[in-house]
């Protein structure tokens, strides 16, 4: 609920258990008094605590030497160089060519739902009872630059989202040189920062540490959201942990290079601000245009990080992910590269689909290697037809052969890339992505396609889509399997090559708009090696994300332990695969907790593995609706315990309940009770592992005895608990 409180000159944005207040300040500065557990005040001037100047911070002159200074108050949209010498979230450079950029209130209005920001992906409401956005504009009068602040509120959720709308209104052309969604600024620095660093086949690990005097943060300059780090950072009281402390999520709805950073100041504040990365950035806005930034979600919990993630869950869930398979079952598939890379054909992708329809998996996806003459990754990206040395007669034979057996058929694309050994390549060599004079470098034998061309798009578009359209395709894998260099774009002028970077995005954007919208029955999965590009932006377009090429099932659980401080559980691709580090049982259970597939050769399964990956096929069956509507309460972290990692889904009636645990390494201490959360107190649970009933106050207090379930190097256990 969003109110205005006229006297008091005061916005007030409710969610059910947080608040976050706005004032306006004298000579219209935007302050913001509060973010944190909800308060029920309208008059909350005894929380204005930081206006007055401190030596050496420049006071503004009409409210009086000494009497404001915005270098110490809680500046809503940080500007540069009028008074405040934080990071600011705003600086443009005006026709006399300083920087210095100073927005005040203007006007406001507040309505119901949310703002629809397309191209750009973005939260959306399902009806207008489910959030309130207001909406405030912001100007400077000197170079008639308009700041316009939107913020969704969700009335359940403890949500607010974000983003900055930049008109010029003036009378000369401006240049962008940053524009950060979100600035929030808190009055202490008694927060541990968390993010979330990783690499190819590793990635999205948590890490924390307490912040510090001075600037910390993330940032991506790979053209993507990348392995590197996500587009995520929770600050967390000290201490706090997944049940306490006030917990403060932020996440970047953009796959392109971002900037999430916090500076705490000499009066041991904090700044936290999250937005599209100044570096390699500048706009240039011409007269009447405008501007949008990305948004970023923020989340409030004052009950520590796992309310937190939960409360992300239901938000991307409900309000993010879209189209058919937002709530239709994700079939269950198998995926041809690791039992096969390259080497494949007609006959033996049939074989497979023969054995995986026998076991029970539902879909067959032939990956990598399909097209052109591509044996291998040194060529053929951009020629998108298809190799009929593989597959003889066509794709028709292959995907009629796989529908018949009654599996439905996915294939592999990277449309944004070009191999410089291709058709398309040769045809167009200023459709990659380059600068003049300096030899685009190379990676994984590649270059990029420089989608922000609508030529190049068009012609990728017109290539896949006479495929799609062809065959009946039901799902397909979108891969990215590079950064990018020697950014710039052969259209675009010199004065603009700083806008290459986020118009790439836009470019990829507008293509995976037209996907989704041409084919709307295709299940669309995002990968990018893995889960390069695993952020909200990517979420909006396709449901599912390759989490992670690593399928070692102990290496995999901090990989799902990170990506689920935001992300859900139906968005994690998480297959189980020939790895040899544990057996298929404890492969499955971990995969069980994202959205299911395998990666292996079924031709060559034995009797016993055949018998243990059907048993996972019908717990994938058994827990689908438990697993993706339940809650996620993660109990011991993989990061900080050396032996086990658990973690719970709860459904939301709290009637039933899933528990995994995996032993990563056995322990000397042979006695291991685990405490079941989320469990309701006073219902009483039938539990699966020895058939006892216990109250959830039991489960949740005394604990589980698990010291038996589980005890080696690589074993797991999958408890059930179901109310009596
Ligand atoms: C990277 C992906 O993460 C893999 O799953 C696979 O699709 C390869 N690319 C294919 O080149």
Not at 387 to 393: A, Q, R, S, V
């Amino acid at each position: 609920m969003i109110s205005y409180i006229p006297e008091k000159k005061v916005f007030k944005l409710d969610t059910k258990n947080s608040s976050y207040i706005i004032a306006i300040f004298q000579e219209g500065y935007l302050i913001n008094d509060y973010y944190g557990a909800y308060i029920p005040d309208t008059d909350i001037s005894a929380l204005r605590r930081r206006n007055r100047s401190a030596s050496f911070s420049p006071s503004n002159a009409a409210i009086g030497e000494g009497a404001f200074t915005p270098d110490t108050a809680p500046m809503e949209y940080s500007t540069n160089g009028a008074g405040d010498m934080r990071i600011s979230a705003l600086a443009v450079r005006n026709k006399d060519g300083n920087t210095v950029t100073d927005v005040r209130y203007k006007s406001h209005r507040i309505f119901a739902g949310a703002p629809d920001i397309s191209p750009l992906p973005h939260i959306y409401t399902n009806n207008d009872n489910e959030a309130d956005t207001l909406e405030i504009v912001t100007a400077d009068p000197y170079t008639g630059l308009e700041a316009t602040l939107y913020y969704t509120v969700f009335k359940e959720l403890d949500a607010v989202i974000r983003c900055v709308k930049l008109t010029n209104s003036g009378d000369a052309p401006l240049d962008i040189e940053r524009a950060f969604s979100a600035c929030v600024d808190l009055p202490s620095m008694d927060y541990d920062l968390i993010t979330l660093w990783g690499r190819h086949v590793k990635e999205r690990q948590e890490q924390r540490r307490p912040l510090a005097h001075g600037l910390q943060g993330i940032h991506s300059k790979r053209g993507v959201s990348s392995h590197a780090q996500n587009p995520f950072a929770a600050l967390i009281s000290a201490g706090g942990n997944e049940e306490y402390g006030n917990a403060y999520g932020f996440n970047l709805v953009y796959s392109g290079n971002f900037d999430i950073s916090a500076e705490v100041d000499h009066n041991a504040t904090t700044r936290i601000i999250a937005g599209i990365n100044p570096d390699d950035f500048c706009w240039h806005l011409d007269v009447g245009e405008s501007f949008q930034t990305p948004q970023c979600v923020q989340v409030f919990s004052a009950n520590g990080l796992g309310e937190m993630s939960r409360t992300f869950h239901r938000l991307y869930s409900n309000n993010l992910i879209r189209g058919r398979y937002k709530t239709e079952k994700r079939p269950l598939l198998i995926n041809s590269w690791e039992a096969a890379y390259f080497d494949f054909d007609t006959d033996k992708l049939t074989a497979f689909g023969e054995h995986a329809k026998e076991l029970g998996i539902e879909m067959l996806v032939m990956d990598d290697g399909w097209f052109a003459k591509r044996n291998d990754d040194t060529n053929s990206l951009g020629d998108w037809y298809v190799n009929e040395k593989k597959l003889p007669g066509g794709l028709g034979v292959l995907v009629d052969r796989i529908h018949a057996l009654g599996l439905k058929f996915g294939i592999w694309y990277e449309p944004e890339m070009i191999s410089p050994d291709s058709d398309l390549y040769r045809a167009h060599p200023d459709w990659c992505v380059h600068v003049p004079g300096r030899v685009p470098s190379i990676s994984r034998h590649q270059y990029v396609l420089d989608v922000s061309r609508e030529d190049v798009r068009d012609n990728i578009f017109g290539q896949m889509s006479s495929v799609l359209s062809k065959y009946k395709i039901d799902y397909l894998k979108w891969d990215f399997n590079r950064n990018i260099s020697e950014a710039g774009s052969a259209l675009l002028p010199p004065e603009r090559s700083k806008e290459f970077f986020h118009r790439f995005i836009l470019g990829t954007y507008d293509l995976m708009d037209r996907f989704t919208k041409a084919f709307p029955d295709i299940l669309f999965e995002n990968c990018s090696g893995g889960g390069g590009r695993f952020d909200p932006g990517m979420l909006y377009f396709s449901p599912q994300i390759w989490t992670s090429d690593n399928t070692d099932p102990i290496e995999r659980l901090p990989i799902q332990f990170g990506t689920s401080y935001c992300y859900p559980a139906s968005s994690m691709g998480a297959h189980v695969s020939a790895n040899p580090r544990t057996g298929y049982k404890t492969k499955a259970a971990v995969a069980l907790w994202g959205t299911g597939g395998f990666e292996l050769d079924p031709v060559k399964l034995n009797e016993e593995e055949r018998a243990t990956v059907r048993q996972s096929v019908a717990d994938y069956h058994r827990y689908y609706d438990l697993i993706r509507s339940g809650d996620l309460y993660r109990l011991i972290n993989p990061l900080n315990d050396p032996y086990r990692c658990a973690w719970a889904f709860v459904s939301a009636d709290k009637a039933q309940a899933l528990l995994t645990v995996v032993t990563m390494r056995k322990s000397e201490n042979t006695l291991f009770f685990l405490k079941m959360k989320g469990l309701c107190p006073e219902k009483y649970y039938k539990c699966s592992l020895d058939g006892g009933v216990y109250s959830g106050a039991l489960l949740m207090n005394g604990g589980i005895d698990l010291s038996e379930a589980c005890p080696d190097d690589g074993d797991s256990v999958i408890v059930e608990f179901g109310e009596v």
